[in-house]
């Protein structure tokens, strides 16, 4: 894309859901050229059991609060967190102590605690008038701060 007229590649903004706030925030510890921002919406891993709702049998909660400190040692991009105050994957609880090892050890990060959202919060992200003004919010600030050239 970087070869595209209508691309800056000395901006990027790197964007995950899910599992992809996950590998988001892993690639802020080890930054491409020109990755300026990125924007974890309810990131984490888990898995549930087919046919299952509520239990989700596959998680080591420890490993990933310490897999989350470790990309916070060395990340230095500015990112955003959002998760819904309903989110049945990531509740504000575990999602608190993903953050807190992030910043703890050193990353930048900015938590916002969305709305409830359906019966899952978890998904929000694909309703984007639950969450658009929080980005709007936080890439303006960046672009006021950060990006000047």
Not at 6 to 15: A, G, H, L, W
Not at 45 to 66: M, P, Q, Y
Not at 75 to 85: M, N, Q
Request: aromatic share 16%; glycine share 10%.
């Amino acid at each position: 894309m970087s070869e595209k007229s209508y691309v800056n590649s000395s901006r990027i903004i790197c964007i995950g859901v899910s599992g992809g706030g996950f590998a988001t925030l892993a690639l802020t510890a080890y930054p491409p050229p020109g990755l300026v921002a990125a924007i974890n919406f309810a990131g984490g891993l888990s898995a549930h059991v087919k046919g299952t709702d509520s239990v989700f049998a596959i998680r080591n909660e420890s490993a990933e609060v310490e897999a989350f400190g470790r990309y916070g040692k060395t990340s230095r991009i500015p990112t955003l967190w959002v998760y819904a105050a309903n989110d049945r994957l990531f509740d504000h609880t575990f999602a608190m102590r993903l953050y807190t090892a992030f910043t703890d050890a050193g990353g930048k990060a900015e938590f916002v605690t969305g709305l409830a959202w359906g019966d899952n919060g978890h998904w929000m992200f694909f309703n984007s008038t639950v969450w658009a003004w929080y980005v709007d919010d936080f890439l303006k600030k960046r672009e006021q701060h950060e990006w000047k050239d």
